[in-house]
């Protein structure tokens, strides 16, 4: 049965950075396109950042130049580097599958707050 588990969240004041990991596990990894999302209470998962399989990259505006997605497909991994982060990235982030064939993961928490 495929997995997906989230790590890297946590606690960092505004202008800090995480790296958020996602592991695909029992899967054909290295051909899904792999999109980061995230959510807070008030409002639906909103779009991070997404990956194809052969690496080309897309970003939600509001997180361009900040955030740098990544894979290493030896790993099933998918990376998110979080860089001057602010109070507004604050949520919980999770990872699909673009076509979402995957089960959901129970996602990171991050928190921006000084």
């Known amino acids: 049965q495929v997995q997906v588990v989230e790590s890297g969240g946590g606690l960092v004041q505004p202008g800090g950075s995480l790296r958020l990991s996602c592991v695909v596990s029992?899967?054909?990894?290295?051909?899904?396109?792999m999109v980061w999302y995230r959510q807070t209470p008030e409002k639906q998962r909103d779009y991070v950042a997404a990956?194809?399989?052969?690496?080309?990259?897309n970003y939600a505006e509001s997180v361009r130049g900040r955030f740098t997605i990544s894979r290493d497909n030896a790993k099933n991994t998918v990376y998110l580097q979080m860089n001057s982060l602010k109070p507004a990235d604050t949520a919980v982030y999770y990872c699909?599958?673009?076509?979402?064939?995957?089960?959901w993961g129970q996602g990171t928490q991050v928190t921006v707050s000084s």
């Open positions: 699909r599958d673009l076509k979402g064939a995957l089960v």
């Open positions: 029992g899967s054909d990894f290295r051909n899904y396109a």
């Open positions: 990956i194809t399989a052969p690496g080309t990259t």
